[in-house]
């Protein structure tokens, strides 16, 4: 029995991971599960979560950053147990840490290699060779070049350290985690890319065709010495591309079901075949479109549900697509409630998707995409309580 916001008593019968890998392949569970930075798409900024750890009264001098670009906070157990999250993020810890002061009462734990600098418009600017991105003053992230590794090692040394970080979360925590390998460049695409490759898919068709096999098989051989490191310790693989804008569909989808998808399916099925591994997908926008090529290419998993793009109305999704893939996120507005909105406003919001995405089941909650670093701790407080009321079936 755990005790809600409310007061209410609610009948918990599941681990956290019983109940993520059960609501993984669409059967019963005993309430919805919540998850909180588990993906560096489903997270927080550092500086909201500085914020609503001081509003909690929870000390604030250890905050850990895994996510140097979107400057994004590891979740700890104290907030995991406070919120009833049941996922962890797999990341291997840095091997060398030091602490950073932005600016103010703010003070994180960063890479010891990342060295940030002001420059003369009072920005801070980080540089690994010829790369580099900038934080304005004042400001929650990086842009610029997407500098996310530091100090890594042989692909064989990062996939070691990961599979180590996977067994101790499954031996230790009860806790469900994916494979994302963010930090040390182990990543997956989903065939898919930037603006040059949307035109390759109209000026060399064949060539971006031949481009993605090749890709596809390092992708899978690559995913083979992952699943015999760690595949019994973890529940998700993450593939990512953002297929879709605010407004529509990046691409044609007859120039996707050609140059795309046959690589997600080739890579779902092996590891499909390979292991009891889920395919979790990100992808943002616009793309209703997209999803019933996705499901049949053997997703399992989409995130963040942008439910705040062109044709993405939750009943629509839930209704047509509910049965064949698990929606993890859609369950706060971010764009246009999350970061504006009271509390109450919140709560509201967090209700209304919520009944629209549990009922049978395959929904994971998660606000669409991560909390920014403006957003007041009341609402993140009104966000997860409201949730967590609403996750019992």
């Not at 469900?176 to 182990?186: I, K, M, Q, R, S």
């Not at 529509?248 to 390979?274: A, Q, S, Y």
Request: aromatic fraction near 10%; include cysteine; hydrophobic fraction near 40%.
């Amino acid at each position: 029995m755990t005790e809600g916001h409310s007061g209410v008593r609610k009948t918990e019968t599941m681990t956290s991971r019983e109940r993520v890998v059960r609501t993984l392949n669409h059967e019963p569970v005993d309430r919805v599960p919540i998850d909180l930075g588990s993906h560096m798409s489903t997270g927080i900024s550092a500086f909201a979560y500085w914020n609503l750890r001081e509003h909690l009264g929870l000390a604030t001098d250890d905050i850990c950053i895994p996510d140097t670009v979107q400057f994004l906070a590891t979740v700890d157990e104290d907030i995991r147990r406070r919120f009833h999250v049941d996922c962890i993020l797999l990341e291997p810890p840095w091997r060398r840490a030091r602490r950073w002061n932005p600016r103010g009462k703010y003070d994180f734990v960063i890479p010891a290699e990342m060295n940030p600098q002001r420059n003369d418009a009072g920005e801070w600017v980080v540089r690994k060779g010829d790369a580099s991105m900038r934080m304005p003053e004042g400001g929650f992230f990086f842009d610029g070049d997407w500098i996310n590794s530091w100090g890594e090692g042989s692909e064989g040394d990062n996939i070691a350290r990961y599979a180590c970080e996977a067994e101790r979360i499954y031996k230790e925590t009860p806790y469900a985690t994916n494979f994302v390998g963010y930090t040390l460049g182990l990543g997956f695409g989903a065939y898919f890319g930037g603006i040059d490759r949307w035109e390759r898919m109209l000026t060399d068709p064949d060539g971006l065709i031949a481009y993605h096999a090749r890709e596809c098989e390092d992708s899978i051989a690559r995913a083979g010495r992952i699943l015999d490191a760690m595949g019994k310790h973890i529940q998700l693989i993450t593939i990512c591309d953002d297929m879709g804008g605010q407004a529509g569909p990046m691409c044609r989808p007859e120039l996707v079901e050609r140059c795309t998808m046959p690589f997600i399916r080739k890579f779902c099925d092996f590891v499909h075949k390979n292991s009891d591994v889920k395919i979790y997908m990100h992808n943002c926008g616009s793309i209703k479109v997209y999803i019933p090529m996705l499901i049949e290419a053997g997703v399992d998993v989409l995130n963040p549900v942008q439910i705040s793009a062109a044709d993405m109305d939750p009943r629509e999704l839930k209704a047509e697509f509910g049965d064949n893939i698990v929606f993890w996120g859609g369950g706060c507005d971010t764009q246009r409630v999350l970061g504006v909105g009271t509390p109450d406003e919140v709560a509201a919001n967090v209700r209304e998707l919520a009944c629209i995405f549990k009922p049978g089941g395959g929904f994971v909650f998660n606000q669409v995409h991560n909390i920014m670093g403006d957003v007041p701790p009341e609402n993140i407080v009104a966000m997860f309580d409201a949730a967590y009321e609403e996750a019992f079936l």
